[in-house]
Structures are given as structure tokens and as C-alpha cells.
């Protein structure tokens, strides 16, 4: 099966603009969870959805939200981004199914925020 | 929320002895425990996982330990290889969803 894939996997954007990432699930998995990594923060939860509907959120502002389509295909958007937006945006997508909950991640989309 | 607590921050060994990352959690209802890898410049990849109805699980040179009652779970590696030489984040799940709690991350070297 192919991984989970992200575009674009770089990006630069100017204070003020918004952006929007797209994820890829592994064929099959329905559960597709956001991760920002920062050297300063680590790895930390932004959402998760599943079945199109956001089932857990972290502790991010309203500038950060996402969606997820009837093909388990996800976006996360950032408006008006700041610099501290720079980061790794990781997507990682899950099975869900029978207690299976392993994640694999994608390869992360660069944001440069300048 | 959860908290989870990883250490050291960095490690280093000499190629063939073992090393052991240590990791705590504040929440009893977490239920799920994996150990992810990441090198430079690529994704955190799934290395080991414990469940919370497991003490132990092995495979291969590495192997991760769980308990419950201190809320501790450690991944040994044994034997340990240049390749090996790599940031490895403890996580931890529970509660309902798929929310992944990280640690800070440990950066072991491998030294020859």
C-alpha cells in the first residue's frame, strides 16, 4: 500500500496569509490526526477527524481548522498566520478499526512563515 | 490533559552496548503506548507499540516496558547499531480518538 502523502511539501508565506495543507491517508484508514513540530514545542496534537467530522481537538487557536472529505482526504487551513506558524505539519492517518489504533505519519509539509 | 515526560534528552553509547529511553504519563485512562524514531529530515516512524493490557513486548533488538501502577514505560535497545542514531519520541493515547500524546524527544547517538 502506498504511505501517507502530503502537498506541497515545502512552503513559504508572508505574515497575514493563509494556507492550506492537504493529506493523503494509507487506502483504507479513515482516521487522519494534524501534528505541529516546532524545535521549541516538540510534536503537538491539532486535530483529529474521522468519518468527515473532527472528533478531538488540541489546544490551538481558531486560526488553525481542517476538514476531512468522503474519500478520508484532509486539509488543514491557517489564516493569518504568524511567524511562530513556521514548523513541521505532520498529518498521521489511523485504521481505526477493532482497537487498532497505530498511527503512520506522512512526510510533513515545511512551513516558512516570513 | 495528558502529560508525558521523556528522558534523558540525549544519549550516547558506544556501538554494541544498550541503551534505554524512560518515559511518564499523568493519565490512568491512557491506554496506548508508542515509541516512534525520526531521523534528520524525515518522518517519525512507528518503531514499537504497547497496549495496556501488556507488561512487555519484543521485537527483535528492541523491546518496550510498561507499568501501569507507576505509569512508567521505558523502549530498551540492545546491541546497538550507527543506524540507530536518531531522535525517539514516547507517546501516549487515551480517553477516546486518536490524540497522541508526545514527549520531548531523546537524541541518541550511536558512537563507534
Known amino acids: 500500500k502506498a504511505g501517507v502523502t502530503q502537498t506541497p511539501r515545502y512552503l513559504i508565506k508572508t505574515r497575514g496569509q493563509q494556507v492550506t495543507l492537504s493529506c493523503s491517508p494509507i487506502?483504507?484508514?479513515?482516521?487522519v490526526s494534524w501534528y505541529q513540530q516546532t524545535p521549541g514545542q516538540g510534536l503537538q496534537f491539532l486535530f483529529e477527524y474521522f468519518s468527515e467530522t473532527q472528533r478531538n481537538k488540541g489546544n490551538f487557536p481558531g486560526r488553525f481548522s481542517g476538514r476531512q472529505f468522503s474519500n478520508s482526504r484532509s486539509e488543514m487551513n491557517v489564516s493569518t498566520l504568524e511567524l511562530g506558524d513556521s514548523a513541521l505539519y505532520l498529518c498521521a492517518s489511523s485504521f481505526v478499526l477493532s482497537g487498532s489504533t497505530e498511527q503512520y505519519f506522512g512526510p510533513g509539509t515545511r512551513l516558512t512563515v516570513t | 490533559g495528558e502529560n508525558v515526560e521523556q528522558h534523558p534528552s540525549t544519549l550516547s553509547v558506544q556501538e554494541g552496548d544498550s541503551a534505554v529511553i524512560k518515559c511518564t504519563y499523568s493519565?490512568?485512562?491512557?491506554?496506548?503506548f508508542p515509541w516512534y524514531k525520526q531521523e534528520l529530515g524525515k518522518r517519525p516512524q512507528l518503531i514499537i507499540d504497547?497496549?495496556?493490557?501488556?507488561g512487555e513486548k519484543k521485537d527483535q533488538r528492541i523491546a518496550v516496558t510498561l507499568n501501569k501502577t507507576a505509569k512508567h514505560f521505558s523502549l530498551h535497545i540492545t546491541e546497538t547499531q550507527p543506524e540507530d542514531s536518531a531522535v525517539y519520541f514516547c507517546a501516549a493515547m487515551g480517553g477516546g480518538g486518536n490524540k497522541l500524546t508526545f514527549g520531548t524527544g531523546t537524541q541518541l547517538k550511536v558512537e563507534l
Open positions: 504497547i497496549r495496556s493490557n501488556v
Open positions: 487506502s483504507g484508514h479513515r482516521s
Open positions: 493519565d490512568s485512562a491512557s491506554n496506548y
